[in-house]
């Protein structure tokens, strides 16, 4: 430990049931003098987030379900309170006690949440790129200082780090890694034939279903040239990403004096939300499996991306051109079409073709607000679910 004897920091998780939910809790867990956990937050997962309680006894708990937080409120110690429905995330990030929220949930729920605690002025490690993607014109805004938005995405965590102490016009392009998904060196005939199954097993990193079917098809990667151009305010030509299958370098900047940084660890989210959480300290951690690899065993490669095989990361890469509504678009078309393929209905080669179809029916304006942006991302997710199942209304939740 770096510090004892001073007042551990609050620190609310949205999406603490999750994966990279569950990395920002690990380093609570193991740094009990530096973090005291306020508030949680989740959607359903009722015994994860029991579980949780227990272990952390934060003050506040929701449950963006009404039905969970229900059976939740019967198993936690009454002392606990527990809120539901989409508000009660604006309740978790303006929690009083509460020094950083972090922003871990997946989906569009927690923009309102992550602006109500930008603008009271809260510390903000954010994971979630949907938000960024489509709320980015007025989130970003919100944003007083560098510090107070903390990516804990690997890649843009590893950028943020490389621009400490550096002015935005000496930047003269951003690099984000990708691994290349489990299907990087896979054929086209292939790739036709993949299975839900197979796109689920990431070589890298364990995460959650949505983001890894998403390293799959390479939109990960797009989205997050579309989050790095928010956060760091960057053009779209500024932005791009190379494959390095290692996952050993996460962010590299070119400055406009021929000079490169790279950011290098290894490959596990823990990393990240310890930096996040400590800034602008660095945790003492002492965990074999987050040692970086001794030197002489690295064997470091880099590849362009075949945009040909991966068509989703140039879709995604011509609506970090095009702007306006065509993130948010791409946002909700991607949700469905991973949801779809999940459940047996679309193929994995057939989702890029889905997301083009919803991009290119759009009649309407480019949106002048966040609830603007996200109510084009619900109508492309509508329009996914027409285009699925020609002439039925859409049953599905589209939550
Ligand atoms: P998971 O599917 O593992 O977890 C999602 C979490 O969000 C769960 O805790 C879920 O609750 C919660 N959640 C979903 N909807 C709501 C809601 N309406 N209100 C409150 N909580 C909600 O996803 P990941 O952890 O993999 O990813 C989360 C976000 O972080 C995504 O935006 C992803 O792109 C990003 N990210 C993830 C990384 C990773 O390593 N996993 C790396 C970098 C970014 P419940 O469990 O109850 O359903
Ligand atoms: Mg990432």
Same mark, same amino acid.
């Given at each position: 430990?770096?510090?004892?004897?001073?007042?551990? #920091? !609050?620190? %609310?998780? $949205?999406? &603490?049931?999750? @994966?990279?939910?569950? *990395?920002?809790?690990?380093v609570?867990?193991?740094?009990?003098?530096?973090f005291?956990?306020?508030?949680?937050?989740?959607?359903?997962?009722?015994?994860?987030?029991?579980?949780?309680?227990?272990?952390?006894?934060?003050?506040?708990?929701?449950?963006?379900?009404?039905?969970?937080?229900?059976?939740?409120?019967?198993?936690?110690?009454?002392?606990?309170?527990?809120?539901?429905?989409?508000?009660?995330?604006?309740?978790?990030?303006?929690?009083?006690?509460?020094?950083q929220?972090?922003?871990?949930? #997946? !989906?569009? %729920?927690? $923009?309102? &949440?992550?602006? @109500?605690?930008?603008? *009271?002025?809260?510390?903000?490690s954010?994971?979630?790129?949907?938000?960024?993607?489509?709320?980015?014109?007025?989130?970003?805004?919100?944003?007083?200082?560098?510090?107070?938005?903390?990516?804990?995405?690997?890649?843009?965590?590893?950028?943020?780090?490389?621009?400490?102490?550096?002015?935005?016009?000496?930047?003269?392009?951003?690099?984000?890694?990708?691994?290349?998904?489990?299907?990087?060196?896979?054929?086209?005939?292939?790739?036709?034939?993949?299975?839900?199954?197979?796109?689920?097993?990431?070589?890298?990193? %364990?995460?959650?279903?949505?983001?890894?079917?998403?390293?799959?098809?390479?939109?990960?990667?797009?989205?997050?040239?579309?989050?790095?151009?928010?956060?760091?305010?960057?053009?779209?030509?500024?932005?791009?990403?190379?494959?390095?299958?290692?996952?050993?370098?996460?962010?590299?900047?070119?400055?406009?004096?021929?000079?490169?940084?790279?950011?290098?660890?290894?490959?596990?989210?823990?990393?990240?939300a310890a930096?996040a959480l400590a800034?602008?300290?660095?945790?003492?951690?002492?965990?074999?499996?987050?040692?970086?690899?001794?030197?002489?065993?690295?064997?470091?490669?880099?590849?362009?991306?075949?945009?040909?095989?991966?068509?989703?990361?140039?879709?995604?890469?011509?609506?970090?051109?095009?702007?306006?509504?065509?993130?948010?678009?791409?946002?909700?078309?991607?949700?469905?079409?991973?949801?779809?393929?999940?459940?047996?209905?679309?193929?994995?080669?057939?989702?890029?073709?889905?997301?083009?179809?919803?991009?290119?029916?759009?009649?309407?304006?480019?949106?002048?607000?966040?609830?603007?942006?996200?109510?084009?991302?619900?109508?492309?997710?509508?329009?996914?679910?027409?285009?699925?199942?020609?002439?039925?209304?859409?049953?599905?939740?589209?939550?």
């Amino acid at each position: 430990m770096i510090r004892t004897g001073t007042t551990p #920091s !609050g620190i %609310a998780v $949205i999406g &603490a049931t999750g @994966s990279v939910g569950g *990395a920002v809790l690990d380093v609570c867990r193991s740094f009990p003098d530096r973090f005291h956990v306020s508030a949680l937050s989740g959607l359903s997962n009722v015994s994860r987030m029991t579980a949780l309680v227990k272990e952390f006894s934060p003050e506040l708990v929701s449950m963006c379900d009404p039905e969970a937080a229900a059976s939740l409120k019967r198993l936690v110690p009454p002392g606990t309170k527990v809120l539901s429905g989409i508000d009660s995330l604006t309740d978790v990030a303006l929690f009083p006690g509460t020094d950083q929220v972090v922003f871990a949930s #997946s !989906g569009t %729920a927690a $923009i309102p &949440a992550l602006m @109500s605690a930008l603008e *009271a002025g809260r510390s903000v490690s954010l994971a979630n790129k949907e938000s960024l993607v489509i709320a980015g014109p007025w989130v970003m805004p919100l944003v007083r200082s560098k510090d107070q938005m903390r990516p804990l995405d690997s890649e843009h965590n590893a950028v943020w780090q490389c621009l400490s102490g550096e002015t935005d016009r000496s930047i003269q392009s951003i690099l984000l890694t990708a691994s290349g998904g489990p299907f990087r060196a896979m054929g086209t005939r292939e790739l036709e034939r993949v299975t839900p199954r197979m796109a689920l097993k990431h070589p890298v990193w %364990a995460m959650g279903a949505k983001i890894t079917v998403d390293s799959a098809t390479l939109m990960n990667k797009g989205l997050e040239i579309l989050e790095a151009m928010q956060l760091f305010r960057l053009p779209a030509g500024k932005v791009r990403a190379i494959v390095h299958p290692q996952s050993l370098v996460h962010g590299m900047v070119l400055f406009s004096d021929c000079t490169m940084k790279w950011l290098l660890s290894s490959p596990d989210m823990r990393i990240p939300a310890a930096v996040a959480l400590a800034y602008p300290e660095r945790l003492q951690i002492e965990d074999a499996a987050l040692e970086f690899p001794p030197l002489e065993t690295l064997s470091l490669s880099f590849e362009e991306p075949d945009l040909k095989r991966f068509p989703c990361l140039s879709i995604a890469m011509e609506a970090a051109r095009t702007g306006g509504a065509t993130p948010a678009l791409l946002v909700g078309a991607d949700d469905i079409a991973v949801k779809a393929f999940l459940e047996g209905q679309l193929s994995f080669t057939a989702i890029p073709g889905l997301i083009e179809q919803v991009l290119t029916s759009y009649p309407g304006p480019s949106p002048t607000s966040a609830e603007e942006a996200i109510a084009i991302m619900e109508w492309s997710k509508r329009k996914a679910l027409e285009i699925l199942c020609p002439g039925k209304p859409s049953r599905r939740s589209i939550s």
